[in-house]
């Protein structure tokens, strides 16, 4: 009897603690426009949030230099910063930064992200970028709209499991397009469109210790095309083709037009794997 008794006392208490393991979970919320993840960050500098894109693709946070400008953010030294065709110069900068219970980096990249604001129906004060996923197991729940930082994650039966290199200018996973081999792509929750793909050959070279953020709006031929994550087939892809790669040792962007058809993709830097559970309904 008494057995039983601290069976069910041992038994009760581990249930307690699952269920503040899970309360305790933070939690970003995001709203997906545009085929973007925006989340609301505050600073102390600002009354009003300020809007960040949710963007693995950047290889650093980023603060748009207008925003820094008129919040009287203090700019540090230079850093040279490498976009899609282009390098130019940024001013690292400090601040305190949450978005919901949250709290963000602390260290920031200026740069004018004006011509990505045209591009959207809001202005884009900042990106959060891949340093924020270093040493951390992030999950986004597309059908929640929420992003929660995971004490440990254990992969549900159904899914997918894929390698996650976490290299300096960014974040890169394998697929299969076409048939082909597999290629390494950027994991890049800042681009909305489902592929970018690199038609060339592109050699495995690891890249510079240069902040990389995609910021150029180019004109690209686009196609339809087969591609593989995994096990995870998907016909009619509509996907951008470039002819060099866009950044080095990558064979493109992967984002969030395939991202999305997923029910909760979840990026474990602790154990360098991107783990892909499948929706139930269709999006």
Known sequence: MRSHALALVSLVSALLVARATVAETPVLRFEFQEGLLWIKVTVPQSAEPLNFLFDTGAGASVVNRGTADRLGLKLGGRVAVRGVSSTFTGRWLNTSARSGEVRLPPQYIAVDLRELSKSCRRPVDGLLGADFFR?????????????????????????????????????????????????????????ATALQWVTARVRPEDCKHQVAVGLAELSIPQTQTEVWLGANE??????????????????????????????????????????????????
């Not at 040493?135 to 929660?148: G, H, L, N, P, S």
């Not at 004490?151 to 997918?160: F, G, N």
């Not at 470039?242 to 909760?264: D, M, Q, T, V, Y």
């Not at 990026?267 to 139930?280: G, M, N, Q, V, Y």
Request: net charge positive; charged share 20%.
């Open 234 to 283: 998907f016909h009619a892809v509509p996907t951008g083709i470039h002819a060099k790669p866009i950044f080095a040792g990558e064979a493109g962007l992967l984002g969030n037009g395939l991202l999305s058809r997923f029910s909760k993709v979840t990026i474990d830097a602790k154990s360098s794997r991107l783990f892909l559970e499948p929706r139930t309904v269709a999006p």
């Open 135 to 191: 040493e951390r197991i992030v999950q986004i729940d597309f059908e929640a709209k929420t992003i929660r930082l995971l004490a440990a994650y254990v992969p549900a039966h159904e899914a997918e499991g894929l390698p996650l290199q976490m290299r300096p200018c960014g974040m890169r996973v394998p697929i299969t397009v076409n048939g082909h081999s597999n290629q390494w792509v950027r994991l890049d929750t800042g681009c």
